[in-house]
């Protein structure tokens, strides 16, 4: 699956793209590796994507990251599709082959299911979770976690009709439902706790919390939060101060979809471990 190796740029394209550790994570990448590439982040207009992709190409490009806003128009954009950027129906990756068509893939869902699975050693087989959120970045996760084999995955939203519609999208493919944010306490109360409870809303950016009952969280909860910072994020300082089994946040999430994104373009896996670690150590400022 990977790209033309010779071509020796790579980038991310989003806008805003200050805050991005990608540029960090591929260096890092390619010197682990003994690849010699370039990787930068570039802030695209928003009109612009299109005709950028085209011109990153055009100029012996070999890979691009794509970030919010244009995962829906990489999808779109792309001349094939994987089969996880079919589901996600949103594209992270891009690159093009030797007959220079242009590929699409989706690297989040498998960047979740292995840190929580490889980095952190908690088997999501046989468990229940329950998802928070209903946006793109759920929708990008939902068919790798099921794959890992849960007994179920719930998807409780603020407005129910999208968590429906997500549910039902992926309810082939296991046992998936929607619940309504304000009736998780009852759910809980009838059904027990879920093992793992993972936030996808985009509230911990502004530092809020969704409306969550506490009794979602027990001494045998664990919870993950797709966002990450220097701090222990709102939802998970939540989750932590109601008993919970463990926290853990999106960091290991991002230099593993980013290694599946390397992997991609050049056919070498690097290790994400010394990577996730050098990462903590700058935000933590030590």
């Not at 128009?73 to 589901?87: H, I």
């Not at 979740?112 to 490889?118: A, F, M, T, W």
């Not at 109360?189 to 879920?194: R, S």
């Not at 530092?207 to 222990?232: A, K």
Request: charged share 15%; aromatic share 8%; glycine share 10%.
């Amino acid at each position: 699956m990977k790209a033309a190796e010779q071509k020796a740029r790579y980038g991310v394209f989003g806008n805003p793209i200050n805050h991005s550790k990608s540029p960090t994570i591929h260096r890092l990448f390619a010197k682990q590796t003994q690849q010699q590439l370039q990787y930068d982040a570039y802030c695209i207009e928003l009109d612009r994507f299109e005709s950028a992709v085209k011109e990153f190409f055009a100029n012996n490009g070999g890979g691009l990251n794509v970030t919010v806003p244009f995962k829906e128009s990489a999808f779109q954009l792309a001349d094939n599709l994987t089969e996880r950027a079919l589901q996600a129906g949103a594209v992270n990756t891009l690159w093009q082959d030797q007959q220079g068509e242009l590929w699409g893939d989706n690297t989040d869902g498998v960047g979740l299911v292995r840190d929580i699975q490889q980095n952190h050693a908690f088997s999501l087989q046989g468990k229940r979770i329950l998802v928070l959120g209903a946006g793109g970045a759920v929708r990008g996760v939902l068919a790798p976690l099921l794959e890992a084999g849960p007994q179920s995955i719930t998807i409780a939203n603020r407005t129910h009709a999208k968590a429906e519609q997500l549910a039902s999208v992926f309810q082939a493919a296991g046992n998936v439902t929607a619940q309504q944010l304000s009736s998780l306490a009852s759910l809980v109360a009838n059904d027990g706790t879920f093992d793992f409870v993972i936030n996808g809303t985009a509230a911990s950016l502004a530092g809020e919390l969704p409306p969550l009952p506490e009794s979602l969280i027990s001494p045998t909860t664990c919870t993950y939060d797709m966002m990450y910072g220097p701090n222990i994020t709102v939802f998970n300082q939540w989750a932590k101060e109601a008993g919970g089994r463990v926290q853990l946040d999106g960091l290991g999430m991002l230099v593993e979809q980013a290694a599946e994104s390397f992997y991609c373009w050049r056919g070498i896996r690097p290790d994400t471990q010394p990577v996730i670690e050098r990462l903590l150590c700058e935000m933590q400022g030590a």
